[in-house]
């Protein structure tokens, strides 16, 4: 008589084990990895272009982490972090002027003729608002990686190859 009981018990149990299941799955982040190789370039080129004022000898070195490509409509939205520096070239070598670390930020992109255009961007706000923001602008797994640490590398690694630097 007991087991009668049990299997309606066990059986609602399965059912939310494997809805909950689906979900977090149906709600992980991809990153199609075509769609992020082409639209990297026109991404960096924005973000250099609106980090601050450079001179002939002064560059915005940045890379980046996609956390997420979120295809909508027929534009797709890239969530993505980002660490940039300002560098400057002394002498031989190369000085660091300033810079930022971990600014999570979504690009709204459109594929053209030519390659993928920049829509817009969005940037996550600073302070208290930060996970608010970072919440609001990727999808629930996204954030969490977000929130949890997900860093590109460190601009360093690639800056004396935007100076034309071995």
Same mark, same amino acid.
């Given at each position: 008589? @007991?087991?009668?009981?049990?299997?309606?018990?066990?059986?609602? /149990?399965?059912v /939310?084990? +494997? +809805?909950?299941?689906?979900?977090?799955?149906?709600?992980?982040?991809?990153?199609?990895?075509?769609?992020?190789?082409?639209?990297?370039?026109?991404?960096d080129?924005?973000?250099?272009?609106?980090?601050?004022?450079?001179?002939?000898?002064? $560059?915005?070195?940045?890379t980046q982490?996609?956390i997420?490509?979120?295809?909508? @409509?027929?534009?797709v939205?890239?969530?993505?972090?980002?660490?940039?520096?300002? /560098?400057?070239?002394?002498?031989?070598?190369? /000085?660091t002027?300033?810079?930022?670390?971990?600014?999570?930020?979504?690009?709204?992109?459109? $594929?053209?003729?030519?390659?993928?255009?920049?829509?817009?961007? $969005?940037?996550?706000?600073?302070?208290?608002?930060?996970s608010?923001?970072?919440? +609001?602008?990727?999808?629930?797994?996204?954030?969490?990686?977000?929130?949890?640490?997900?860093?590109?590398?460190?601009?360093g690694?690639?800056?004396?190859?935007?100076?034309?630097?071995?």
């Amino acid at each position: 008589m @007991g087991n009668v009981k049990r299997w309606p018990v066990l059986t609602g /149990v399965g059912v /939310v084990v +494997a +809805a909950a299941t689906w979900w977090i799955v149906d709600e992980m982040p991809t990153v199609d990895e075509t769609v992020a190789r082409e639209a990297l370039p026109p991404i960096d080129e924005h973000l250099r272009a609106n980090s601050g004022s450079g001179g002939a000898e002064i $560059r915005w070195v940045c890379t980046q982490k996609v956390i997420e490509t979120r295809p909508d @409509g027929d534009q797709v939205k890239i969530g993505l972090v980002a660490n940039c520096d300002e /560098v400057a070239k002394e002498g031989d070598g190369l /000085v660091t002027l300033g810079g930022f670390r971990r600014q999570p930020m979504v690009y709204r992109v459109e $594929r053209t003729p030519g390659g993928y255009r920049v829509l817009d961007r $969005r940037v996550a706000e600073d302070g208290a608002g930060y996970s608010r923001s970072v919440k +609001a602008m990727f999808s629930w797994v996204g954030a969490r990686r977000v929130i949890d640490g997900a860093s590109p590398d460190d601009p360093g690694t690639v800056s004396r190859a935007a100076f034309g630097l071995p």
